[in-house]
């Protein structure tokens, strides 16, 4: 279908530009006026103003996920039908991924698909997760439950991402700076001195020289440097996208000092909601099992996860073989169990993934709270190195005129 943009005024005299793709430019109006919104001007794109998407390959973030199920459902709710629904979430989008998608969907619905193999038809926009649940639910003719339990599902999975990501990134930016200021000092500032202490016939202290050395090598050799690196993170991935590489490579992930429980919690946090919500769907233990298991990346709790279906499988129950994985915390396999026992694993799991939620919180800020001053101090001995091998020559200097 042709692609239109438009720019329209809603009922406050706001105006509101977009694009959408529709049979004619009639039926854009139609929808624009459907939506409540007033039509000012709607013109074909061309080759030259049509917009370009630049995000190809990318996944939908969580938190947009999570805005279309809300939608979906408000929609839904106020008695509007999927099919007009779905062009409502299209116009209301702004990612343009999602916004591609949905339209795609439509089209599906259209020449008579379900919508779960209508989302199943977009590739990887639409998550596994997502896909099954919309499944059950349309199963079960309970499909706004289902995207209310996602809208839930992927809102608790953005604000975990976002914890963690702020746990890793903040001391990223402290060593950056650190090593930012270690170089500015070893190519800027210790060269001055370098040629101050030229013209002064004094004995360097052997740790000034050793500076002065490695200052010098670093502003001719500055490359080599950088082909290090790049080497040292070329190496890390290959040797990740190896299975006994990403096996050592996750396990040191979950014993590193602070960071190690991190990886634990946030892992069991992600098990848990996960299962929990595709388990009050009605999706069976062995399906949430291997859905579960694709979303983790720790590649030890994924074959953790695979071991324990396959041992699901022969009617064990799920509590025994994460005890038996041996990388679950008690508290884990516990819960399962009390829950398996009471049959409402799903709400046992549900309290175990708000618990570990907290935990991932609470770790992340003591991550913070330790790393900070390590760094500091880190700064605080190599700038002060610095600072002695400069002012040494300089009180060696003094010495000697107070011997003259």
């Known amino acids: 279908m042709p692609g239109y943009s438009y720019v329209a005024v809603d009922r ?14 009639d039926k854009v109006t139609e929808l624009l006026k459907g939506d409540g919104l007033i039509p000012v001007s709607v013109k074909e794109q061309g080759i030259l103003n049509k917009d370009l998407d630049f995000s190809i390959g990318k996944r939908v973030k969580a938190r947009d996920l999570s805005v279309f199920c809300r939608q979906f459902v408000s929609i839904m709710q106020a008695g509007v039908p999927m099919k007009e629904a779905l062009q409502m979430l299209a116009m209301q989008t702004e990612n343009k991924i999602l916004k591609k998608s949905i339209d795609g969907v439509l089209a599906s619905i259209e020449k008579g698909n379900t919508l779960a193999d209508s989302m199943r038809g977009e590739g990887t926009t639409f998550p596994q997760m997502l896909i099954n649940m919309v499944e059950a639910g349309e199963s079960s003719g309970n499909l706004e439950m289902a995207f209310g339990r996602m809208a839930v599902q992927f809102e608790k999975e953005a604000k975990l991402k976002a914890t963690v990501k702020k746990a890793t990134i903040y ?22 001195f370098i040629d101050m202490f030229a013209d002064i016939d004094i004995e360097m202290p052997a740790f000034t020289m050793a500076v002065m050395n ?23 991935r290959l040797i990740y996208r190896s299975a006994s590489g990403r096996l050592a490579i996750d396990k040191i992930k979950m014993k590193m000092p602070l960071f190690g429980k991190l990886t634990v919690k946030t892992a069991c946090a992600q098990f848990a909601r996960t299962t929990s919500t595709l388990l009050a769907a009605g999706i069976p233990t062995i399906e949430c099992l291997e859905t579960v298991s694709k979303i983790l990346k ?3 709790y994924t074959n953790a996860l695979m071991a324990a279906r396959e041992e699901v499988m022969k009617g064990i129950p799920l509590s025994e073989p994460l005890e038996a994985s041996g990388i679950f915390p008690p508290m884990v396999y516990h819960m399962a169990g009390i ?8 709400e046992m799991l549900e309290k175990l993934a708000d618990y570990y939620d907290e935990e991932v919180e609470i770790t992340t800020q003591s991550v913070m709270a330790a790393m900070e001053p390590l ?6 001995v190599v700038i002060g190195a610095l600072v002695i091998a400069v002012v040494s020559p300089i009180g060696a200097m003094y010495s000697g005129l107070d011997n003259l």
């Open 214 to 236: 490695a200052s010098e090598w670093l502003g001719t050799h500055w490359y080599m440097v950088v082909i290090v690196i790049a080497a040292i993170v070329a190496a890390y």
């Open 339 to 346: 829950g398996e026992e009471t049959g409402n694993i799903e």
């Open 298 to 300: 720790n590649i030890h």
């Open 171 to 192: 001391p990223i930016i402290l060593v950056c700076a650190a090593i930012g200021v270690i170089a500015v000092m070893l190519l800027y500032v210790i060269p001055i």
């Open 12 to 25: 406050k005299g706001k105006e509101k530009r977009g694009s959408m793709e529709a049979a004619s430019r």
């Open 375 to 380: 760094i500091i101090v880190f700064m605080a």
